[in-house]
């Protein structure tokens, strides 16, 4: 039988010393946990650890705009499931948003409240330590603060300037719409043409998701 005190041991002295990678890769030597992270060049291997679900450390940071959106409480979910940690900046009404925090381990989701359209201080400080970023927000309708190309246009333009500046993000995931055409009708569908567009010249390695009903 293994000896579970040569086991603990040196994972508690790393702890006591400070080193919790150097813990985690311990628990990894002594076969305690299996190791799955998702196919990022940054990820670190001495803080991925577990069996490959919401208990586990992907080594994956993702940051979605517009989690508490219909899409983006899914996207939120099935990104906990794999262990990756998710940054949810928001606007809305914070009882909107807990929903979000029972879809992760304990400190798995992180909700950033105060965030706003146009403060791109507080966007860049919120996808600074992301690998992966998610553009899920989007309006059926206009505002008298938001117009179509505001929200369509206007904000994945910068979004996608900010991530080609900020050197840890790897994928930009960006949603729109599968009626979106220059040339379309709609105000809407054009608008979101135009960000398209624009985050395709931006960052070229970006994904484009055009859902249809």
């Known amino acids: 039988m293994m000896n579970l005190a040569s086991i603990a041991y040196p994972i508690l002295q790393q702890l006591a010393t400070g080193h919790a990678a150097a813990a985690v890769a311990c628990f990894a030597a002594a076969g305690l ?23 586990s450390v992907s080594g ?21 499931k794999r ?42 400080q919120t996808i600074s330590r992301s690998n992966i970023v998610i553009n899920l927000v989007g309006s059926t309708l206009e505002t008298r603060n938001f117009s179509f190309d505001d929200v369509h246009a206007a904000w994945p333009a910068r979004l996608a300037a900010m991530v080609q ?38 960052f070229s390695e970006a994904t484009i998701f055009k859902p249809a009903p």
Request: aromatic share 6%; hydrophobic share 40%; proline share 3%.
């Open 33 to 55: 946990r299996q190791y799955s992270h998702l196919a990022l060049n940054n990820v670190r291997p001495g803080v991925v650890g577990g069996p490959g679900n919401r208990l």
């Open 60 to 80: 994956g940071v993702a940051t979605v705009f517009g989690a508490t959106g219909f899409v983006g409480r899914y996207v939120v979910n099935e990104l906990a």
């Open 83 to 124: 262990g990756t940690q998710v940054v949810c900046p928001y606007r809305s009404l914070e009882e909107k948003a807990m929903t979000l925090k029972q879809m992760g381990d304990l400190g798995q989701i992180v909700l950033l409240k105060g965030w706003h359209l146009n403060n791109d201080e507080m966007t860049r």
């Open 165 to 202: 500046q900020t050197p840890k993000v790897e994928r930009l995931l960006h949603f729109s719409d599968v009626g979106a055409a220059a040339d379309h009708a709609s105000a809407r569908m054009r608008s979101k043409a135009a960000g398209d567009a624009a985050v395709r010249q931006t």
